[in-house]
């Protein structure tokens, strides 16, 4: 699907049986070629000036990747708000090249450590494909507005700038190419997403969701951003 302002074009979904890994792949392909296709501007983090002041530190952080050798796993934190969060980031030890950077938002009632261990992704990484990321939800739940959803959506928690806060702190500490930022939720995490993008849709190369639906159009004025809808 690409989302332009109120306005959606649907595809037959991509997704269908097969991996989550192996719909990543297509997605990527799909998005890539709807950008050339609309001709969407490259997101640039100078397109898109961050208003927080970022704080970050990281502690090591083994298990998700423990019989996977090339594989760094860490636990990172980020100030947001001046609230403490946590992400964690699975790269190759041989990462040099500049490659995509994937961000995955958890469901409801899960975690970063659960969307790493289920999504089917780490063969990316392990590829020097990508380079994956996996927030943590504050009490498992995320804030997309309107109230969504759970703890978070209750405490208006600033969910929106902890996914900007990561893809700037992860240009800084990877090989990251700004141009291939790519967003994927699942339930709660997909209802993130879309508020994210609306937010920020230079910063995003394409947006893929699971089992969401957007809670509001974005703006009429957004830039055209890929999306796959499943």
Same mark, same amino acid.
């Given at each position: 699907?690409?989302?332009?302002?109120?306005?959606?074009?649907?595809?037959?979904?991509?997704?269908?049986?097969?991996?989550?890994?192996?719909?990543?792949?297509?997605?990527?392909?799909?998005?890539?070629?709807?950008?050339?296709?609309?001709?969407?501007?490259?997101?640039?983090?100078?397109?898109?000036?961050?208003?927080?002041?970022?704080?970050?530190?990281?502690?090591?952080?083994?298990?998700?990747?423990?019989?996977?050798?090339? +594989?760094?796993?860490?636990?990172?934190?980020?100030?947001?708000?001046?609230?403490?969060?946590?992400?964690?980031?699975?790269?190759?030890?041989?990462?040099?090249?500049?490659?995509?950077?994937?961000?995955?938002?958890?469901?409801?009632?899960?975690?970063?450590?659960?969307?790493?261990?289920?999504?089917?992704?780490?063969?990316?990484?392990?590829?020097?494909?990508?380079?994956?990321?996996?927030?943590?939800?504050?009490?498992?739940?995320?804030?997309?507005?309107?109230?969504?959803?759970?703890?978070?959506?209750?405490?208006?928690?600033?969910?929106?700038?902890?996914?900007?806060?990561?893809?700037?702190?992860?240009?800084?500490?990877?090989?990251?190419?700004?141009?291939?930022?790519?967003?994927?939720?699942?339930?709660?995490?997909?209802?993130?997403?879309?508020?994210?993008?609306?937010?920020?849709?230079? +910063?995003?190369?394409?947006?893929?969701?699971?089992?969401?639906?957007? +809670?509001?159009?974005?703006?009429?004025?957004?830039?055209?951003?890929?999306?796959?809808?499943?």
């Amino acid at each position: 699907m690409r989302r332009n302002g109120n306005r959606a074009e649907s595809n037959q979904s991509v997704f269908g049986r097969r991996s989550l890994a192996g719909a990543l792949l297509t997605f990527a392909l799909t998005a890539a070629m709807a950008a050339l296709v609309t001709a969407v501007t490259s997101p640039s983090l100078s397109d898109n000036p961050l208003t927080f002041s970022l704080n970050s530190q990281t502690f090591s952080h083994t298990p998700l990747t423990a019989g996977l050798p090339g +594989l760094i796993t860490e636990v990172h934190t980020v100030t947001v708000g001046g609230v403490r969060r946590t992400y964690r980031s699975i790269v190759s030890i041989h990462a040099t090249d500049r490659v995509p950077l994937v961000i995955v938002l958890h469901g409801r009632g899960q975690s970063g450590s659960t969307a790493a261990s289920q999504s089917g992704f780490l063969g990316l990484a392990k590829q020097r494909q990508a380079v994956l990321v996996f927030p943590d939800g504050e009490q498992r739940s995320w804030d997309a507005g309107h109230g969504c959803c759970g703890p978070a959506g209750s405490r208006r928690v600033p969910d929106v700038p902890f996914v900007a806060a990561i893809v700037a702190d992860a240009v800084r500490r990877w090989p990251v190419d700004v141009e291939r930022v790519y967003l994927i939720g699942y339930s709660n995490g997909g209802k993130l997403a879309y508020s994210a993008v609306c937010a920020h849709p230079r +910063l995003f190369a394409a947006v893929a969701t699971y089992g969401a639906v957007p +809670l509001s159009p974005c703006p009429p004025s957004t830039p055209p951003v890929p999306f796959l809808l499943a």
